[in-house]
């Protein structure tokens, strides 16, 4: 395991922050245990709070216009600049023009570079000849380990018996890993043991222990690295309860996700994250978004184990209106809604009662 922090880490998000192409900064901004973050990257907020334009939370984050900026700020501190984070999540994970030439300006100004898309740094002709002539280390998350080391499904997810729950959502970029985050660290406090799998860029450089980039891995092997990697936590610390992230949505055209995390961890139960106000899948207008009833039957169709609860994405919500959507959908679903970012993730812990008692586990307050 690396010791963390690793370094002081500048988050890129030129563009994107405070939309769902900005969820990779928000959570560093929020949560990360891997950098000390130092400020974001965006010129269309440039003089903000990072913390309080997300949450409503000062976190003493400033975004700055450029690196060069951010840089200057940095050096004046006790904690100067050693990494950018590329914090942007677009669809379909490149990396745009205006980005590269802010990518190698962090170069030439000596940042070690982390990025989770699908453009690999690393193997650009022109970025990665500049790193290493400024003995700069360039890390792409989301290369995938090499076939040889990928494992196909070999039914060991059965001598796990962590109580299993999966954060499905019922669209892409709506909160699922915040709200694992959230639940692994309320049933922590409960004195419960919990681990959480991650299984995106996010929550690796959030610093997550056990993880997979599920979008990268070649379909034969995906269900059994989804597998080993729950499997490898269980080996290693026996957690009492196993968060797992979802990707995606069930039933996202684009982002399908869910069915191969349904199969592989065969959960004993799901939390599903809904923002209210989305009429259609994100960044696809004429797809409208399947009703929450339908998609609370789609996963309970599949994985033949219940939606324990509903967790809220509080976007274009005002929060006055917050507690009496949660208790709209709590009456029509039957399940407790809580969003977790206003209230935490107690509810939750509450929700899962009655299977922690049937596996025997017991709070410790």
């Avoid at 056990?210 to 290693?236: C, P, R």
């Avoid at 507690?323 to 209230?343: N, Q």
Wanted: some cysteine; aromatic content about 6%; proline content about 6%.
């Amino acid at each position: 395991m690396s010791k963390f922090p690793e370094g002081n880490a500048i988050v890129y998000c030129e563009g994107a922050f405070g939309t769902p192409n900005g969820k990779t900064a928000h959570g560093l901004v929020r949560f990360t245990k891997r950098y000390n973050v130092l400020s974001v990257i965006d010129s269309c907020h440039a003089g903000k709070d990072a913390g309080k334009m997300l949450d409503g939370k000062s976190k003493g984050i400033p975004i700055f216009s450029s690196i060069d900026e951010a840089c200057q700020s940095a050096a004046k501190s006790d904690k100067p600049a050693t990494h950018l984070v590329i914090g942007l999540a677009p669809d379909g994970g490149r990396l745009n023009e205006r980005a590269r030439d802010d990518v190698r300006r962090a170069i030439e100004l000596g940042l070690n570079i982390d990025c989770g898309l699908h453009d690999f740094i690393s193997e650009d002709p022109v970025l990665a000849p500049l790193a290493k002539a400024n003995h700069v280390t360039i890390r792409d998350i989301r290369k995938p380990p090499p076939m040889s080391e990928q494992h196909f499904f070999s039914c060991k997810i059965d001598e796990v018996k962590s109580l299993k729950v999966v954060v499905l959502g019922t669209d892409s970029a709506v909160g699922k890993r915040t709200t694992a985050w959230m639940l692994v660290d309320a049933l922590n406090k409960d004195g419960i043991s919990a681990e959480m799998i991650g299984t995106g860029q996010t929550a690796w450089m959030q610093g997550v222990r056990y993880g997979i980039m599920l979008d990268t891995i070649v379909n034969d092997f995906l269900t059994g690295e989804i597998e080993h990697v729950i499997w490898s936590a269980w080996e290693a610390l026996h957690p009492e309860v196993i968060v797992i992230e979802g990707q995606g949505s069930l039933l996202n055209p684009a982002y399908p996700g869910g069915y191969e995390l349904l199969a592989a961890s065969r959960p004993d139960a799901i939390i599903l994250q809904h923002a209210p106000t989305r009429t259609h899948y994100d960044g696809f207008p004429n797809y409208r978004i399947h009703p929450l009833a339908h998609q609370i039957q789609a996963i309970e169709v599949v994985s033949s184990k219940p939606v324990v609860a509903i967790t809220i994405n509080h976007e274009n919500i005002p929060r006055s209106q917050i507690a009496t959507i949660c208790a709209m959908i709590s009456e029509s679903t039957g399940r407790p809604a809580v969003d977790v970012l206003i209230e935490g993730a107690e509810k939750l812990v509450e929700a899962l009662a009655p299977l922690l008692k049937e596996h025997q586990i017991a709070s410790a307050v």
